[in-house]
Every structure is written in structure tokens, then in C-alpha cells.
């Protein structure tokens, strides 16, 4: 290990340390307060009382879950490097859609999210209204530039990891330069690995930026990443802003003075925040073709609400974790460790027969939807085009039966059971009949949809 990745492991083991040391400070006694860089880390962790691995889920709720697929079908139907639409779309694109034109609407969204099951909207005049203000390019940057500077992530290939360390961030940053030596991510990679940290490509490195210069270079870097076939684009400098503001509309940028559905007297309040006293701001994240947020889960409701462009987003229920390899401890801990977009990894007789177990279901959201995903549901993201989404999250919601102990599984590193001779066989049949597809060699493949 080279001096400088020495150190940045001490770091991350140092920060990963304090943060385990104030979690069971906070659950032993409740008065501690985690550092700011940690706050919200372990709040899944800390939501144990509303998780009941013994009990039986409330009635109604397998009967309007959404039809499952296998995730290593999912996957191998649509390498997730391909930021191109399938001809004739997704044919596991099962979730319930709700027109809000339609009489009912915020009654049956309020009993699907009650249940804690993923659900989209359609229709929404509020969000139509700002899908169509924030289509111009001249009124984004305007309605964004009241900041001077943002912190931009960057990477050498479409992968953004998320990573809690800033300290440790900032130190890969200089090992990405090319005058280091590293051509490209995957050399980068070899030589960082950082406790608890395993996933293939380097985490993103921050960078200051303002917003009309982020805008103008994610458009002009996505021009050339056209021209590429898939697994080139793959391989091509992608930029990628997350940024919060009020969702009360007190904030400086068009975040919360365009979008309302959270004003006091607004209908749709009680149905995106049930939780007032616990609300997590609202964000948005600006990205560019070809990006790809790793799959994770987060601890809280989450409504996402897609304002320009579109998004690919592959969903998992809770129990599906123990399949993923998720990451336990460590910068990017509940995230999942393998690249989903690797036919190497997606090859791994055992890694495919877990995949071929786990459920799934995927959707494209498109501008003015909005999409439920309830806590602890595990969700991969895939950014089809120049796009801005958004989201809002509020409460935690209950698990019961096997989501309930699959996620308990993952928080401490349990393994799933190893697969089954004949689960191994059948899985490896079918990575044998699609990996051809799946490795997107040729540049035909390219453009297959108006993305």
C-alpha cells in the first residue's frame, strides 16, 4: 500500500471509529450527538423499534405488491452502462401508476404509502407546471446561480459511489490526476481500497464549480459521450451535482421557490411529509447521461419527483440485501459492493445464482412523475439524459417478516445461505445465453430510444 492511501485507511478507520463510538452512544443513552458528517448515517441503524423480523406485514400488503422479476433477469435484460431506452421499454416495469387526474388518487397513494409499497403518480399539475420551467437551459442556470459555487462530484466513468468522507475524498483527488500515473479508474482502484470499502471504482472526487460552468461542461461532455458506443461512454469523465434547499420555500434557488407541495395549505402535504417533525430537506440531483447512482437503501420515506429528463430505477424490497453485498462498515456502508454493469462480476457462478433469488422491478420515471419509495427498499439509478430530479424524505416506515431480518442481516455482514447445485446451474444458464448482449460491444446498440 502506497504512503498516501496508508494514511487515507487510517482516516477513514479513524472517522468510521467515531461514528460507530457516538451510534452507541446515542442508542445506550440518547443524549450523544453524532459528528456532522456522520448525522443521518446511522438513523437507519437507529429505527430498530419500528422493524419487527416476528411479525406478519398488515393486510393487504402482499396483495398490492408489484409483480417480482429475478434482478439477475433485470439485469442482464438491460446492462445498466446503457443509458438507452430498450425498444418497446422495460418489461419489468410492474409498479402501480396512479393518474392524479383520476377521483381517488391521494387515497389510494395514501394507502400504498401506509403499506410502505412503491407506487408512481402521473399527472400532477404542480409538477408538470415546474417540468416545463426547468426544460430551458436559461432559466436552470439562472434559477441556480444565486449560489456562487457548488461542490461538483466527478468521476472517470459513469459510477458515483456515494462516500461520507470528505477527508478521505479529498486525498483520492490528487491520486486521479494524470500526472499520478492513473489512466483510468480501475488503476486508480487497484491501489485504494480503504476499509469496508469494496466496490470496483473509486469513490467521486469534489470539486468547485459554479453552477452555469457545471451545466455548460456536463453538456458539452455528454455531446462527446454520444459519439461513443456504450462501454466507451462508460469509461468517459462524467459530472454530478446533489444539492439541498428549504422544502418550506424559504430557500435562494428555484428548488423551493418553484416546487410547492409542501406549503402548509397545500392538498398534497400530508401525503409526501407524514412525518412533519421529522422531514430530511429536499434535494436534487443535476446529472448527465450515463450516470449512475450505486444501489443503496435509504432509512427514511423517500418521494423522488423527476422535473426534466429521465431516470432508469431498478428496485428491490428489503429482504433482497443479503443478495447485493452490501457494504456493512466503512465510507459507503449500505451501499452495494458489486458493480451490477461488470460481466465479470455479473459471470460469478455464486454472484448469479444470489442475484437469480433476489426480487426486483425496475421503472423509467419521466419528467412531472413522481415515484414512492418506502424505507429500506433498495434502489439503483441510472440517469437516461440531461436530467434533474428531486426528493423529499419524511418518517421511517415499518418492515416486518423477511425485509425486516434481511436488513438486519445486512447491517452486521451476514451471508446469505451459499446457492444450491442446482440454483448455480440455472443461474450460469442464464448469464451463458445473455452476456454477449450484456458486455455492449458494438456501437449498434447505441441510441436505441429518443433518451
Same mark, same amino acid.
Given at each position: ?7 487515507? !485507511?487510517? &482516516?477513514?478507520? %479513524?472517522? =468510521? #471509529?467515531?461514528?460507530? +463510538? $457516538?451510534? !452507541?452512544? &446515542?442508542?445506550? %443513552?440518547? =443524549? #450523544?450527538?453524532?459528528? +456532522? $458528517? ?8 437507529? #429505527? ?13 400488503? #402482499? ?41 381517488g388518487a391521494m387515497e389510494r397513494a395514501t394507502e400504498l404509502r401506509n403499506l410502505e409499497i412503491p407506487f408512481k403518480i402521473k399527472n400532477m399539475p404542480e409538477l408538470d407546471e415546474v417540468a416545463k420551467k426547468w426544460a430551458d437551459d436559461d432559466y436552470v442556470i439562472e434559477g441556480m446561480s444565486s ?138 440531483r443535476f446529472g448527465m447521461r450515463g450516470v449512475v447512482a450505486e444501489q443503496h437503501w435509504d432509512g427514511h420515506r423517500n418521494f423522488i419527483y423527476m422535473l426534466r429528463g429521465m431516470k432508469r430505477y431498478v428496485i428491490n424490497p428489503p429482504a433482497a440485501c443479503t443478495a447485493m453485498d452490501m457494504m ?94 442446482e440454483e448455480l446451474a440455472t443461474a450460469t444458464a442464464k448469464v451463458e445465453a445473455k452476456i454477449n448482449d450484456f458486455r455492449l460491444p458494438q456501437a449498434a446498440r447505441w441510441g436505441r430510444s429518443k433518451a
Open positions: 500500500m502506497r504512503p498516501s492511501y496508508r494514511k487515507m !485507511a487510517l &482516516v477513514g478507520v %479513524g472517522l =468510521a #471509529a467515531a461514528a460507530l +463510538a $457516538a451510534s !452507541a452512544s &446515542v442508542v445506550a %443513552g440518547g =443524549a #450523544a450527538r453524532l459528528p +456532522a $458528517a456522520f448525522r443521518g448515517l446511522a438513523s437507519a441503524s437507529l #429505527a430498530t423499534d419500528k422493524r419487527h423480523p416476528d411479525a406478519a406485514p398488515p393486510e393487504g400488503y #402482499a396483495e398490492n405488491l408489484p409483480k417480482f422479476a429475478s434482478m439477475l433477469d433485470v439485469l442482464l435484460a438491460w446492462n445498466p452502462d446503457d443509458p438507452a431506452e430498450p425498444a418497446g421499454g422495460s418489461k419489468f416495469d410492474t409498479l402501480e401508476v396512479i393518474d392524479w387526474a383520476t377521483e449560489r456562487k459555487s457548488y461542490t461538483i462530484n466527478t468521476a472517470h466513468n459513469g459510477h458515483f459511489m456515494f462516500y461520507q468522507s470528505n477527508a478521505m475524498a479529498k486525498e483520492l483527488k490528487k491520486s486521479l490526476r494524470p500526472a499520478n500515473g492513473y489512466s483510468s479508474s480501475k488503476q486508480a482502484s487497484n491501489a485504494f481500497k480503504p476499509r469496508g470499502y469494496t466496490f470496483d471504482h473509486p469513490p467521486p472526487v469534489p470539486l468547485p464549480m459554479s453552477f452555469a460552468k457545471f451545466w455548460e461542461e456536463s453538456a458539452a461532455l455528454e455531446e462527446a459521450n454520444k459519439a461513443k458506443p456504450p462501454n466507451e461512454d462508460a469509461e468517459s469523465r462524467h459530472l454530478y451535482l446533489s444539492t439541498g434547499d428549504s422544502w418550506e420555500g424559504a430557500g435562494d434557488t428555484m428548488i423551493s421557490r418553484d416546487i410547492n407541495l409542501f406549503e402548509k395549505d397545500a392538498p398534497t402535504r400530508d401525503l409526501f411529509i407524514p412525518e412533519p417533525t421529522d422531514v430530511r430537506g429536499q434535494h436534487c456493512h462498515s466503512g465510507p459507503s456502508r449500505r451501499h452495494a459492493g458489486i458493480d451490477f454493469s461488470d460481466p465479470e462480476a455479473i459471470s460469478d457462478p455464486e454472484t448469479a445464482a444470489q442475484l437469480d433469488k433476489a426480487q426486483a422491478v425496475e421503472t423509467v420515471l419521466r419528467a412531472g412523475e413522481i415515484l414512492y419509495m418506502p424505507s429500506f427498499w433498495l434502489h439503483y439509478i441510472v440517469s437516461m439524459g440531461r436530467s434533474i430530479q428531486c426528493n423529499t424524505r419524511s418518517g421511517v416506515g415499518h418492515m416486518y417478516g423477511e425485509d425486516a431480518a434481511g436488513i438486519n442481516k445486512c447491517e452486521v455482514g451476514r451471508s446469505p445461505p451459499p446457492a444450491t447445485p
